[in-house]
């Protein structure tokens, strides 16, 4: 896969990550749980999160080894398909603890690959 693309799915990680931090910037769990709009926003963007990682395949785990992939991959697909499993203190806790090291993960490996980028052009 090139670059390029890996770089497109790495920005559509950090681009939906940021957009979640904004939707729920200041809130606890209660406001978090009570306002549907936030909380569907903040599921659809986690969807496309998760749709970018299966895009990125392979290269995910070569970039960012110390990421659970797996476990994003099949995060996604409970979205996708379970939708009515997902607990909402779970996904104020995905947003809360793991998002922050992902974004900045996908961040420090797209900064790698424009580095590499520049240096070959």
Not at 49 to 70: N, S, Y
Not at 81 to 95: A, Q, T
Request: net charge negative; proline share 3%; hydrophobic share 35%.
């Amino acid at each position: 896969m090139p670059s390029n693309k890996a770089s497109r799915y790495l920005l559509h990680i950090i681009e939906n990550a940021e957009s979640i931090f904004r939707y729920t910037e200041g809130m606890d769990f209660t406001q978090f749980e009570a306002d549907r709009k936030t909380y569907d926003a903040v599921e659809r963007c986690l969807q496309r999160i998760t749709e970018a990682v299966i895009r990125l395949g392979d290269q995910a785990e070569a970039l960012i080894p110390e990421v659970p992939w797996q476990r994003i991959r099949g995060f996604g697909n409970r979205l996708r398909h379970n939708y009515d499993s997902i607990e909402e203190d779970r996904l104020f806790d995905i947003v809360r603890t793991d998002l922050p090291a992902l974004c900045a993960h996908a961040q420090s490996a797209l900064e790698k690959l424009r580095d590499s980028s520049s240096s070959q052009g």
